[in-house]
């Protein structure tokens, strides 16, 4: 079964600091990866996805993030935080026989001034 | 364009109540999905339209749960009677379907929150 993983509850990062939010996945066959924000009292917005290509994607708000095939991994980056960063993140997978799309728990992103 | 609406964006209800949720997508996108999320814990799938027709319906937690999409248009998800175990926020997104690769991203409503008491 697909699945993902989100190791950390909670981020704690300085702004103007870099910051990391960590996800591992577990697919048979190539992954489908995408990773989402949620802010207060809204839905989830995209912010990037890979599909295949480049290892490193850039997406939305100054994000990226790193495809890691041998550590099974999709961490989310930022060079420079920004309080305004503060959210849930979520990662996920997408199944590709059923087109379902698999979440991880989250993790909490607080971005200190 | 429009987002994914939900309504109500709130429900306290009683344990054994009735209780609909409804979800209009994103016009012109043909996969429509219900997903939930109980505090703390991950983002759980529900089902999965495509169209009008159920394409995945495995997250169903049990047949007090009724999700239709009738026309292909908006959906409802329809708890009865609820239970306590039901609470948690109620997320409906959408896509478009299978354009390029099939991995345009799903676009979420703001949810509904549902707290059985």
């Known amino acids: 079964a697909q699945s993902v993983a989100q190791p950390e509850d909670q981020v704690n990062v300085a702004e103007g600091n870099p910051l990391t939010v960590k996800c591992t996945y577990s697919?048979?066959?190539?992954?489908?990866l995408f990773w989402y924000v949620q802010y207060p009292n809204r839905g989830l917005q995209f912010l990037l996805k890979y599909i295949t290509g480049d290892n490193l994607v850039k997406g939305s708000y100054g994000f990226e993030a790193e495809f890691n095939k041998s550590q099974t991994s999709f961490h989310l980056k930022k060079p420079s935080a920004l309080v305004s960063d503060s959210a849930l993140y979520f990662c996920?997978?997408?199944?590709?026989?059923?087109?379902?799309?698999?979440f991880g728990t989250g993790t909490r992103l607080k971005v200190l001034a | 364009e429009a987002g994914v609406t939900q309504f109500p964006s709130h429900s306290v209800i009683e344990k054994g109540q009735t209780v609909t949720l409804r979800c209009d997508p994103i016009?012109?996108?043909?996969?429509l999905y219900w997903y939930r999320r109980v505090m703390g814990k991950e983002i759980k799938f529900l089902l999965h339209f495509v169209k009008e027709s159920k394409q995945d319906e495995s997250g169903m937690p049990n047949n007090r749960f009724l999700a239709e999409r009738t026309g292909g248009t908006y959906s409802t998800l329809k708890v009865q009677p609820a239970e306590l175990e039901d609470s948690g926020v109620y997320f409906c997104a959408s896509s478009q379907f299978r354009t390029g690769t099939g991995n345009s991203p799903l676009h979420f409503g703001n949810g509904t929150r549902l707290t059985v008491t």
């Open positions: 016009s012109g996108h043909d996969n």
């Open positions: 697919v048979s066959g190539n992954p489908y």
């Open positions: 996920a997978v997408r199944d590709i026989g059923t087109y379902k799309y698999i």
